[in-house]
Structure formats: C-alpha cells, structure tokens
C-alpha cells in the first residue's frame, strides 16, 4: 500500500507514426485530465454477457493515484468478478502496471468498451478506445476483449520534464531502456510474450493501430465480446 502511493508519475507522450497496420495515424493526444474511476455498475440481465449485468466502468485517466482508487474498489466486490470495461486514452505507465497487478491478483476480465448511460438503464456501448498506458490495464485481464467499434493504439515510451518539452536523445534513449525492462517483466507476468516490448521502443518505432489480426497475434485481446 506505502508502496502505491509512493508511486511516481512518468509522464508519457502519445506518439504520432505509423507501422503496418492501418493507415490512419494516432491523434496526437495530450495525457488526459480527468483521472481515471471506477464504477460498479449495474445493467440489464445478460448486459454484459450471457450471466453478466454488473461490471466496473473503467473511465479516465490512469494517474499515480488510480491503483489506491481500483484497490478501494475490488476490496468491496466480496469476492465477484465482474468484468472491467476500460475507457481510457492512457496515463501513467507505472501506475498502470501497478493497476494491472491489482486487476490480474482480482481475476478480472478486461473489454474496452464504452459504458452507455444514455438509455433507461447503463450498456456496453460498441465503441470504446484504449491509448496509450491503457494497454497495460488491457494486459491485465484474465481474458482480453474489446467492443467491435473499440480504437485501440500501440504507442511507444516517450519522457518529458516538467513544461512537457522532451528530454535530450542520449537521456531519452537511457530512460527508455531502463523502462523497457520493467515492461518486459509486467508483460511476462501477465503471460505475454516480451518481444511485444520492442513496439514501445520510441528510439526504434512510432505508434500505430495495431490491426485485429496484430492483437490476436501478440495475445492482447484473447476472445470476443
């Protein structure tokens, strides 16, 4: 718990580029202000699935306190296991592997999907995204899915001080090298593959969707919805 909140923010900038995949290019995003927050919510019968009508919006921002705030959250489930639908355009990297620890020791399904508060009673919606440090909170999941208007992006580690101006080379390549080996662990205890750390070498690749054939490939996403 000390541990959690003595987390400290590595801001991550979402890279524009393109690889293999499809053609249009990530938006360049800043890291989005709204911190991320947990809702258990409540829909109608089979809402989320054959004997699914709860589970755990997950919307925002992934910042140095959201691991505290999921904790609170999964502590009161008593034992349910409800999926968690992620809305989010990134955050925090290290705290986004502190959250997917969290979600993984919980046993929790993780979709990217939109929740839709528009209609009598709250929905999956058919889209949702998923940027940035969200992947790790994807990566979590005990099983991986996604709505099938869902926009997922693959984006590389990227470093900036304190006015958002970027780091030099030579610093930038030592940070990320040194991030890289925390990824390949966090991607090991979560059962994937490590190479799939090489895509988020900023000094090697630029950021791109990855296609469905890329996602099922590297085991990112393991079923439908």
Known sequence: M????????????????????????PPPAALPATAMTFTLTQGGADACGPGCSRWIAAEGAILAATPLAFLEVSQALGGEKPPVLIHSD???????????????????????????????????????????????????????????????????????????????????????????????????????DPDLARYLDGTRYDGFFPTRGFLDSHAILTRDP
């Open 90 to 192: 990134g955050g925090v990297v290290e705290a986004a592997m502190a959250l997917g620890r969290l979600v993984r020791r919980t046993g929790l399904v993780t979709i990217v999907a939109r929740t839709d508060r528009s209609g009598a009673l709250p929905r999956p919606a058919l889209d949702g995204s998923c940027h940035g440090a969200c992947l790790y909170l994807l990566l979590a999941g005990t099983e991986r899915a996604a709505a099938p208007g869902a926009v997922l992006s693959i984006q590389p580690l990227a470093f900036s001080g304190p006015a958002t101006d970027p780091f030099p080379d030579a610093m930038q390549a030592r940070l990320t090298t040194a991030a890289l080996v925390r990824v390949r662990a966090y991607l090991s205890e979560m059962g994937i």
């Open 2 to 25: 000390r541990a959690l909140r003595r987390l400290i923010p590595l801001l991550i900038v979402l890279a524009g580029g393109s690889l293999p995949a499809r053609s249009e290019e």
